[in-house]
């Protein structure tokens, strides 16, 4: 399944994004947010469970989330997205999966993966702004099957037909959730439009 939110704040805030002239501070504020707005979306769906509680005048029944969240953001770009959804879901507990594409061959290479306990029982939101080839992000949901994920759902700002394809090819149980989808890719690998290299404006290195 994909979904391409296409909200009018997500749309307002992701321009401000791509623009050439916002610097560090915006790109990651707005980053934040519209992670946040994302999840409220994405979030609509999960399983609730009823739950007997009390309130101050007398015994009911109220709603809980079945299952756990745990956000697994791909760096270094994807650790921009966490906070933004950990404001909505405290208690999330998070993983990390390290990853960067060889800028000859585009395939990702792993640097790093820690996983919390929960994932096997979890709902596991895999992060990272950018779907470009797909490499990174099928690489990604295979560590976490790996670990013993089974209920995946990728969460990415821009995206194109060729990333989504792989990622719907390597993984066909698995949602994606874009907040826009793009024209393509250029002949370096980047999203056009896009918005430039996420991790190097998220965190000031070019
Ligand atoms: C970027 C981005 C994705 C990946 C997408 O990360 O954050 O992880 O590229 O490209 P793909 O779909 O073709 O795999 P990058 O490798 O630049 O690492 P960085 O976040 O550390 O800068
Ligand atoms: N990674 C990025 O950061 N930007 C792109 O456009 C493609 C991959």
């Known amino acids: 399944?994909?979904?391409?939110l296409n909200h009018p704040l997500i749309n307002h805030k992701l321009t401000t994004m791509r623009k050439i002239e916002t610097g560090t501070k915006d790109f990651r504020e707005n980053l934040d947010e519209i992670a946040g707005l994302m999840a409220y979306e994405i979030t609509r769906n999960?399983?609730?469970?009823?739950?007997e509680i009390t309130t101050p005048i007398c015994k009911t029944i109220g709603k809980q989330l079945t299952k756990k969240i745990v956000l697994v953001p791909i760096l270094r770009a994807g650790l921009g997205m966490v906070d933004g959804i950990r404001e909505l879901i405290p208690t999330a507990k998070i993983g990390h999966v390290g990853l960067y594409r060889?800028?000859?061959?585009l395939r990702p290479?792993?640097?790093y993966a820690k996983f919390p306990l929960e994932l096997s029982s979890a709902t596991v939101f895999i992060l990272d702004?950018?779907?470009?080839t797909g490499g990174s992000a099928s690489a990604a949901i295979s560590l976490v099957k790996n670990h013993g994920a089974t209920d995946i759902k990728l969460i990415c700002l821009v995206g194109v037909q060729q990333g989504i394809d792989k990622?719907?090819?390597?993984?066909p149980d698995v949602d994606i959730y874009l907040a826009a989808k793009d024209e393509k890719l250029n002949d370096i690998g980047y999203i056009v439009p896009g918005l430039g290299d996420a991790g190097d404006r998220l965190f000031g290195t070019k």
């Not at 999960?46 to 739950?51: K, P, R, V």
């Not at 702004?129 to 470009?132: E, I, T, V």
Request: aromatic share 4%; proline share 4%.
């Open 1 to 4: 399944m994909l979904k391409v």
């Open 46 to 51: 999960l399983e609730t469970e009823d739950i």
């Open 102 to 105: 060889n800028e000859e061959t």
């Open 109 to 111: 290479c792993e640097y």
């Open 129 to 132: 702004p950018m779907l470009a």
């Open 167 to 171: 990622v719907q090819k390597d993984h």
